[in-house]
């Protein structure tokens, strides 16, 4: 199994436990999806109580989470457009200089990518949910919520060089 971890916090950010893709080799974008927690119990993977003709009215005592958020304990943070540009110019500042350290031939290709995809990302701004690791460090990675083309399907999108591959 592979875990992945903020390069800035090492809060853990998701694991390969995930549906994971790689995007223009500069995010990962994750499947996931809503399940239902019981107080005190296990997470219920999101099996389809209708095609099984079951209930699908929640129990007392149980919600419906997002299984990455609440597998990795992500906090929901906010942005305006104006406040999330002045934070990303910040942290593609420090995940550079993380990767001038420890993979300098990786930075141009960074730049560049990171650069076009900030762009998609301004350009769909309120399409998206922000997050922040479990200890809601301001300096580390922001991952963004959306959903697929069909509004249904949730997704998350993690800057792929800010983030740390461990094998578990």
Excluded: H
Excluded at 75 to 104: C, H, I, R, W
Excluded at 111 to 120: D, M, N, R, T, V
């Amino acid at each position: 199994m592979l875990l992945y971890e903020d390069i800035l916090t090492s809060d853990e950010m998701f694991s390969d436990a995930f549906p994971v893709k790689t995007v223009d080799d500069i995010v990962y974008e994750v499947d996931c999806q809503l399940v239902t927690v019981k107080a005190g119990a296990d997470v219920d993977i999101g099996a389809n109580p209708s095609a099984e003709e079951g209930d699908e009215a929640l129990e007392e005592g149980a919600t419906q989470v997002n299984n990455v958020v609440y597998s990795f304990r992500l906090q929901q943070s906010s942005f305006d457009k104006k406040s999330y540009l002045s934070y990303l110019k910040g942290y593609m500042k420090a995940v550079k200089a993380k990767l001038a350290e420890t993979n300098p031939e990786r930075v141009e290709a960074f730049e560049k990518g990171a650069g076009a995809y900030a762009k998609k990302i301004v350009a769909n701004f309120k399409d998206f949910e922000f997050y922040t690791g479990e200890s809601m460090n301001p300096d580390g990675m922001v991952a963004l919520l959306n959903y697929r083309e069909d509004g249904v399907t949730p997704y998350f999108t993690f800057w792929k060089d800010g983030l740390k591959v461990i094998k578990l």
